[in-house]
Each structure stands twice: as C-alpha cells, then as structure tokens.
Nanobody, 120 residues
Framework: QVQLMESGGGSVQEGGSLRLSCVASGSSFSAYCMGWSRQAPGKEREGVAAIGSDGLTRYANSVKGRFTISKDTAENTLYLQLNSLETADTAVYYC??????????????WGQGTLVTISS
C-alpha cells in the first residue's frame, strides 16, 4: 500500500519561501512519476508540479519560475520548493503518486496534505 507523508507547510508572508517534503513508502518510488497538487478554499484540487521517473518536470503555468520540484530517490523523498509566494498560493498541498512513469498516467494516491498560508 502506498503511503505518502507531507511536511513543511506553514504560514509566511507574501514573497517568502517554503520547502515541502513528502516521504513515500509502499511503492517503487523511482519508477513512478510523483507530483504535487493543491486545493485552495472553495476551489477544486489542481495539479501544481510533477516529476517523471526520468527526472523531467512539468509545472502549472501559475507556478512556473517560482516553484521547483525535485526528488531524492535514495531517501524516497519528494520536494517542492516554493519561492516568491503569493496569497493565491494559499492551499492545502498534497503529495501524489502517479499511475505510471509520467504525468499523463494521472494521480493514483495522495497524502493527507500540508497547509500553506500566505499573508499579505
């Protein structure tokens, strides 16, 4: 069974930075695409970033140039570096395990989420 545990959320002011982490277990971490999604209050969940098994990355237009996804396959850990944060980035951020080695397989499993709150 896939288990994903996020950490690193918190409250920061606009322009600040955070680093989210996700420790994965129960799956072949290096063989699957991994990613982050988020859900803001009153909105649907949206994909934020993904990293394929080959290391290729993909970002939502709203976070390009500000967020960076990376992974440590030796530690089965996924990261999301959030820079130049905006109030619109306020959301619960979820780590996700995709159904295959690339983003087009879609997300299969999610963690419990970590809350990111940006104040002006």
């Amino acid at each position: 069974q896939v288990q994903l545990m996020e950490s690193g959320g918190g409250s920061v002011q606009e322009g600040g930075s955070l680093r989210l982490s996700c420790v994965a277990s129960g799956s072949s971490f290096s063989a699957y695409c991994m990613g982050w999604s988020r859900q803001a209050p009153g909105k649907e969940r949206e994909g934020v970033a993904a990293i394929g098994s080959d290391g290729l990355t993909r970002y939502a237009n709203s976070v390009k140039g500000r967020f960076t996804i990376s992974k440590d396959t030796a530690e089965n850990t996924l990261y999301l570096q959030l820079n130049s944060l905006e109030t619109a980035d306020t959301a619960v951020y979820y780590c996700a395990n995709y159904g295959g080695d690339a983003y087009y397989y879609g997300m299969d499993y999610w963690g419990q989420g970590t809350l990111v709150t940006i104040s002006s």
